[in-house]
């Protein structure tokens, strides 16, 4: 068979940003229910494949590849290097663009203008434009069939011809290089093995819960999956043949008094082991809920342990994966007990040393671990055996995306340079199957004052997984930053449906109160909540009506109140309130106090709303030098957004 039999037998490559995957999926179905075969390396990675090598031997093989076009693929280094190789293997490329976006010279140069196909104008008619141009490109088609013939690449001088050649040289020198590194060293005994996951279903045990309960239960766990490209549930009967290992998920409801008991089994078939399994308990009034409740909690541990599973190049026996299934339960998909979380991951590395996700989930929980109050010795422990482990991991696997981000949360907190290179790195990595990678970088762009910015790359977390509550809350609190209300309440309302928790909305009124300005509805909330320690609550309480009352001799003293409080209690409210109430230097102090205790995140507070006088002061570019934020701006040139503004303080003239 020639090359090019090959390529006319095989699928259509299909390239994509990591957070245009579900729109990327949705192309790659959209086509092959129209007869055209795709790859895409989020659904047709082998479990234990190398990601790369897998990626080179896909285009090699395919006769086309069709390019998912968005500002993420514009800006997508990953995408540039496929278009390398795509050149050097003549593979013509289709162009679908997601987003009305203009190529970067790097694409116009590879692309003519007439093979884009504009999806966002109309999806399925682009898609049978796009499908007539592949069915011309696998039939050898050489002319024009009506109007959607695929133009020939205008003509290159011989300078241009010579770059490409030069880059596609190297560029070969160093897939030859990866590729025979990865025949050295992989492991002998690598073995594919299925990740879907089969649902059993759930028994009632008590005859009066709904005969349907059991039923909704199933279908909520099948839209959990729906849009997911590694892991996969089924409702087939019985397990697939074969000796790979074969997960099934099931368990039992049931009533008990008040309470609704719902446990949730996940087993190995294959050897009838359980791997995890966990009591849910919820207010029976809450029935109708439970489902999704249920699915969502057991969705997403699912997805955390048998993702990082997928990473290892043989199934994973199951006492490793009891341990790593009760590192993802302790890390917080199910409960957040940080400690135990990192000792079961020091258990899964320990029994698979090889294991690169073991070492990074070892950094995930350290970095967690970091949370909890401890002794600045303890502190500096934990953080250095967070970096040694994900420099473990990435040694082992360097496309570990969850290694590469969870570093930058473990180096030197004011090097935000470097934990943005980190970061930038685990964007072009191996996607996350929970879109966090895009998360983590939101985070970090709203720590450095680009809050608009962050909104693109939450966005992009959501649309890989809606089921995530901070992700949702991460979304929608910036939005109501940057003063779009409405658009964040269904994030904010989605946040607190997933949580499950009865008081989350009010808890998030109360948090928000300094972006929002509702400060009497978060005053009213307060007096009815028990479980705020005494000495908060009333000095919450007491800012709160001073802002309400717009009395200045009320603030001073509701000010007084809030910076006497004790060290525990100096969180993201009480110090984002003292700037409402116009204490801004010591919101500002408050600020650096936070970061000195080793609080996460806390740079971010500098650009609610409610500091905006605490930015006018002159202590505050002090104060952003001090935190590695004058050196940010100036070293990326990236300014935060409050310098487009009317009224931009000083600083901005400097940066």
């Excluded at 594919?192 to 279903?201: E, F, K, W, Y």
């Amino acid at each position: 068979m020639t090359t090019e039999q090959r390529r006319a037998a095989g699928p259509v490559f299909v390239s994509y940003a990591t957070s245009d995957r579900k729109q990327a999926l949705a192309l790659c179905k959209a086509l092959e229910r129209r007869g055209t075969k795709c790859w895409i390396s989020c659904r047709d990675v082998e479990p234990g494949e190398n990601y790369q090598e897998a990626i080179v031997r896909a285009i090699r093989g395919a006769p086309a590849m069709v390019l998912v076009f968005s500002d993420a693929a514009n800006n997508s280094d990953e995408i540039k290097k496929e278009l390398s190789l795509v050149s050097r293997h003549r593979i013509p490329v289709m162009a679908v663009r997601i987003e009305d976006v203009e190529p970067s010279d790097a694409f116009a140069y590879e692309l003519s203008t007439r093979q884009w196909i504009d999806a966002f104008e109309g999806w399925d008619k682009s898609i049978d434009s796009l499908n007539r141009r592949l069915e011309q490109i696998s039939c050898g088609s050489q002319g024009p069939a009506g109007g959607d013939s695929v133009p020939p690449r205008p003509a290159r001088t011989a300078a241009h011809r010579k770059a490409p050649m030069v880059v596609a040289a190297v560029l070969a020198l160093v897939v030859a290089a990866g590729l025979a590194a990865w025949l050295l060293l992989r492991p002998a005994d690598a073995a594919a093995h299925s990740m879907q996951v089969r649902l059993t279903g759930f028994e009632r045990l008590s005859p009066e819960l709904p005969e349907t309960i059991g039923q909704a239960l199933s279908e909520e766990f099948l839209a959990a999956f729906s849009d997911e490209g590694v892991i996969s549930v089924s409702t087939a009967t019985q397990a697939p043949g074969g000796t790979d290992p074969a997960y099934a998920l099931g368990g039992t409801i049931r009533r008990d008094g008040d309470r609704i008991r719902v446990i949730a089994r996940l087993t190995n078939e294959r050897s009838g082991t359980t791997l995890w399994s966990h009591n849910f308990t919820y207010a029976a009034d809450q029935l109708s809920r439970v489902p999704r409740r249920v699915a969502v909690a057991a969705g997403n541990l699912v997805r955390c342990g048998l993702f990082g599973a997928t990473t290892y190049p043989r199934a994973l026996p199951d006492p490793i994966l009891i341990n790593y299934f009760q590192y993802c339960h302790n890390v917080g998909e199910v409960e957040f007990e940080p400690t135990k979380a990192l000792d079961f991951a020091d258990k899964t590395v320990a029994a698979a040393p090889d294991f690169s996700w073991g070492w990074s989930a070892v950094a995930k929980a350290a970095m967690n671990t970091t949370q909890i109050k401890q002794s600045p010795a303890q502190m500096a422990a934990v953080r250095a055996q967070g970096r040694q482990a994900s420099d473990k991991a990435i040694g082992l696997d360097p496309t570990n995306s969850e290694a590469l981000a969870f570093k930058s949360y473990l180096i030197d907190a004011r090097d935000l340079v470097g934990r943005e290179a980190l970061l930038r790195q685990s964007l072009d990595a191996r996607p996350l199957p929970c879109g966090c990678e895009h998360h983590f970088y939101g985070n970090l762009l709203e720590e450095v004052g680009r809050t608009a910015e962050a909104i693109i790359e939450f966005r992009r977390s959501t649309d890989v997984l809606a089921l995530k509550s901070g992700s949702q809350l991460s979304l929608g609190e910036a939005l109501l930053i940057v003063g779009r209300p409405d658009e964040a309440k269904k994030h904010l309302d989605a946040a607190a449906d997933l949580a499950g928790r009865p008081n989350y909305a009010d808890e998030k009124v109360v948090a928000t109160a300094p972006i929002t300005g509702q400060y009497a509805a978060a005053a009213a909330i307060l007096k009815k909540q028990s479980d705020v320690p005494a000495p908060l609550g009333s000095a919450l309480v007491a800012a709160f009506h001073a802002l309400v009352a717009n009395d200045q001799v009320a603030k001073a003293a509701a000010a007084a109140r809030l910076v006497s409080l004790p060290e525990e209690f100096q969180g993201r409210l009480p110090v984002t309130l003292l700037g409402a109430l116009g204490a801004n230097r010591e919101a500002l102090a408050g600020i650096e106090a936070a970061e000195r205790a080793g609080r996460s995140g806390v740079r971010k507070w500098l650009f609610y709303p409610s500091m905006a006088g605490a930015r006018a002061e002159p202590e505050f570019a002090a104060v952003a030098e001090r935190l590695g934020l004058i050196h940010y701006w100036r070293k990326t040139g990236k300014r935060p957004d409050f310098c487009s503004a009317a009224n931009a303080p000083p600083l901005c003239r400097t940066i």
